[in-house]
């Protein structure tokens, strides 16, 4: 039944999107602010239950308009259709609610199918713990803190883009936070090897299981720490002027994790915020068989990314809901899912070649001896 549901749903939005496509690029003048009224009268035959455009600016590329949805018009509902506003106006678009009123943000240029990762400039987010640049959308680079998540998962089909998202996430830590103890699970053995002496790559998965042992082992340690400095979490003693090093977990294929580390797994998840330790995972598929034993598993994960999906199936699976079901296929697409904010965007690409001339001049971290973490790290001299 629910299957049917979908697919109806799935097929009234192709319809619409094949009479709207195209229609902003053939209107005289390039209109914005018509094209969108144009896509509000096709959706809502009664007046009645129209979406009211209040205001419009425009700052640079990115129109912006404010709105407000009618009773019985819900926001949700209205938010959507955004693949239709952005066929029509040829752009990409994000909508948001502020209160009562909707915002609609459009850039009146579609997204590029390529941003370079030198787009990322790390001094203006002196105030994040942990900033991730998460791509580029109609608001511009989106960047975010991963310590707010507390954890991110990014999801979809194979070749579209969710390892070069981790090396983007990695990278601009290590560069920018260097003071980060990093742990990479590589199953694929080749796609991290390049950081290996800076993070700590896994590459074997007969070694996870005693991974996480050790890093349950650190969580413990670090309770100790906090609860005799009288802190409740990482930033409070930081605040203090002690020292703990966060730890990120990259996982680039959660669904070949090794079942019998399921209960680490959680414990890390549900306590790792308060004391510093942040998961970042990539799967395909996060279906209910990965995340096995524990189903609301997947709620740690506040930060979400779709890449390009097979179906609004895949899509609910991955970020609750079916945007990413209609995303162009576009390497590097993906939709962005955090609470309420939903947002289309083009990650940022970086070669692994590249990165590696990223740390020329700068200090990095050689781990001692892999997956005893607790050892004190030697800093490398400045090559
Ligand atoms: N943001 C991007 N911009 C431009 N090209 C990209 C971007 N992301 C990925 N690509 C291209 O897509 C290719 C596949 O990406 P990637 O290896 O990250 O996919 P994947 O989702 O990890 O696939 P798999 O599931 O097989 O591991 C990359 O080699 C690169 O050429
Ligand atoms: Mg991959």
Redesign the pocket.
């Known amino acids: 039944m629910a299957l049917i549901t979908v697919a109806k749903q799935q097929n009234v939005i192709e319809e619409v999107r094949d009479q709207l496509k195209y229609l902003f690029l053939h209107r005289k003048g390039n209109d914005v602010h018509a094209a969108i009224q144009d896509v509000i009268n096709a959706l809502y035959s009664k007046d009645e239950m129209k979406p009211l455009i209040k205001q419009k600016s425009k700052q640079g590329d990115v129109w912006k308009f404010l709105l407000t949805l009618p009773p019985g018009t819900g926001f949700s509902e209205f938010k959507k259709k955004t693949p239709l506003f952005a066929d029509a106006t040829g752009g990409s678009v994000v909508i948001e609610k502020r209160g009562k009123i909707v915002s609609m943000e459009v850039m009146a240029e579609e997204l590029k199918?390529?941003?370079p990762f030198s787009l990322f400039d790390p001094e203006k987010y002196d105030d994040m713990y942990l900033p991730l640049p998460l791509g580029m959308s109609a608001k511009g680079l989106i960047v975010r803190d991963l310590t707010e998540y507390p954890h991110f998962f990014t999801g979809?089909e194979?070749?579209?883009?969710?390892?070069?998202?981790l090396h983007v996430f990695a990278n601009s830590i290590l560069l920018y936070r260097p003071d980060t103890f990093m742990i990479i699970i590589d199953p694929k053995s080749t796609e991290f090897a390049y950081l290996e002496g800076r993070a700590l790559v896994v590459d074997e998965m007969k070694d996870v299981g005693q991974l996480l042992e050790k890093l349950n082992e650190e969580l413990d340690k670090r309770k100790k720490m906090l609860k005799a400095a009288n802190c409740v979490k990482i930033q409070k003693y930081l605040a203090k002027g002690y020292e703990m090093e966060f730890i990120v977990l990259i996982v680039d294929e959660w669904a070949d994790l090794p079942e019998d580390v399921q209960d680490d797994l959680w414990r890390l998840l549900r306590m790792g915020r308060f004391i510093g330790i942040h998961v970042i995972a990539?799967t395909?598929r996060p279906s209910s068989k990965t995340f096995e034993k524990f189903g609301d598993m997947k709620a740690m994960f506040y930060g979400r990314l779709s890449?390009v999906v097979a179906d609004v199936i895949n899509s609910r699976m991955i970020i609750d809901s079916d945007e990413a079901a209609y995303l162009p296929a576009i390497?590097?697409r993906a939709i962005y899912k955090c609470g309420l904010e939903t947002i289309e965007m083009?990650?940022?690409?970086l070669d692994p070649e590249d990165a590696v001339k990223l740390y020329k001049g700068k200090a990095s971290c050689k781990v001692v001896n892999p997956i005893a973490i607790n050892e004190p790290r030697k800093m490398l001299p400045p090559r």
């Open positions: 199918k390529n941003y979809g194979t070749n579209f883009g969710k390892s070069n998202e990539a395909q890449f390497k590097g083009q990650t940022l690409f």
